[in-house]
């Protein structure tokens, strides 16, 4: 085989659709695992290379993506942006407590190695909140080090608020390292194909089939809260702006934007079309302008829900006992860290991690469940960004129709 023959194969493997190629991976995890248990085993070292890869890189894309984001951050020169966040935070808040509910209501358990962590479990919201506060002012590097994400974030902010009066220079190199981090995960995930396909394998080896109806069952909890809140909350949001029926704009939303956003799997690359829906949506530009681009951002119901059954599928697998009021507070922690979610192809897996650092469960168990996250993000990453995009255009259009109408 000649070089440039090589090369090509790998090009075309680099160009090719990230969710057929992991689809594929786990088919063949599936074929292996049934073929040959034995050989399906040894195929845990491809899982075990990616979710390292993934514990590795993790940390410092959240810290220098935060910081960037808040210190280039420039503060919105029309007026009527702000019922557009309004929208944002809470319809990513809302979403997040859909997720709490119907995990409550669907319990999951996932398959994980991990130890009985049952004494180590929180006994309310005292603890949980006595344990953020602790973790919030831990040392920078150490929190780095050892991964604990709600430290990484409360440096992140403190530090991206102290360097925005930084020079535009220092600013620009910001943006430059979170996006050489950004292109470094994308490395990573265009191996997911790989890495899933040990990971199915290895799995269905070690627990059977099983596992896969435990996966199907959170996938349908997973889609089920994203199809609440497309269908039933989103339209109660848009009808409290709009006062009219919201469902004629929230299926052209979903149609325009969500279809597309569902294959590019990326909010960022789904910016051109919301951006062009809206023109032809006759609305004003200079809202539409920056609420779109912000939106891609900041706007992650989808990704509070993923982040938010992950969490409680784990919780509940070690044997957590969880009250209403701790569930409460993790869904504001997941509305809040969603918003700092990767623009890459299942960046709301990346902070999972965080939330679980909440209840005491170890970045070890943690990354598994990541895993597990990308195992069904063949659907769960293409449902929640086609929510996450499509719900962009639709609260940038019920805050533009409810300002003329108030006009």
Not at 188 to 214: H, K, Q, Y
Request: charged share 10%; hydrophobic share 55%; aromatic share 8%.
């Amino acid at each position: 085989m000649t070089l440039n023959h090589k090369s090509s194969i790998l090009q075309r493997y680099l160009r090719g659709s990230l969710v057929l190629q992991i689809a594929i991976g786990i088919i063949c995890g599936v074929v292996l695992a049934y073929v040959s248990p034995n050989t399906a085993l040894s195929a845990s070292l491809l899982g075990d290379f990616f979710v390292k890869a993934l514990k590795a890189i993790a940390p410092i894309l959240v810290f220098l993506l935060v910081m960037a984001s808040i210190a280039n951050h420039k503060q919105a020169q029309q007026s009527h942006i702000r019922p557009v966040l309004v929208l944002y935070l809470f319809g990513t808040f809302v979403a997040a407590l859909t997720a709490v509910v119907f995990s409550f209501v669907f319990p999951t358990q996932l398959h994980l190695v991990a130890p009985d962590l049952s004494q180590s479990a929180p006994q309310g919201v005292g603890e949980v909140l006595r344990t953020l506060v602790f973790k919030m002012v831990d040392n920078p590097v150490n929190a780095l080090v050892q991964g604990n994400y709600v430290g990484i974030l409360t440096w992140a902010i403190g530090f991206g608020l102290g360097l925005r009066h930084a020079s535009e220079a220092t600013k620009a190199l910001l943006q430059h390292l979170a996006t050489s981090v950004t292109s470094i995960v994308s490395v990573i995930i265009r191996l997911a194909p790989f890495g899933i396909f040990g990971l199915v394998a290895s799995t269905i080896a070690e627990t059977g089939f099983d596992a896969l109806f435990g996966y199907s069952h959170l996938l349908a909890v997973l889609i089920g809260a994203m199809l609440f809140i497309a269908f039933v909350t989103n339209p109660l949001l848009v009808f409290w702006k709009i006062r009219r029926n919201p469902y004629p704009l929230v299926f052209k939303c979903l149609k325009e934007s969500g279809v597309t956003a569902f294959f590019t799997r990326s909010s960022a690359a789904n910016i051109p079309v919301n951006l062009d829906l809206c023109k032809r949506l006759d609305l004003d530009e200079d809202t539409y302008s920056v609420s779109i681009p912000l939106g891609a951002t900041i706007n992650m119901a989808g990704a509070a829900i993923t982040i938010t059954v992950l969490t409680l599928a784990t919780v509940n697998t070690l044997g957590i006992t969880l009250d209403f009021g701790t569930a409460l507070l993790l869904s504001v922690i997941a509305a809040v860290s969603a918003c700092g979610a990767s623009g890459v192809a299942g960046g709301s897996l990346l902070l999972i991690p965080l939330a679980c650092s909440l209840f005491n469960i170890p970045n070890e168990i943690a990354m598994q469940v990541v895993a597990v996250g990308f195992i069904i993000g063949v659907l769960q990453d293409s449902a929640e960004t086609a929510l996450n995009s499509s719900t962009d255009v639709l609260f940038t259009a019920a805050a533009c129709l409810a300002n003329e109408k108030a006009s």
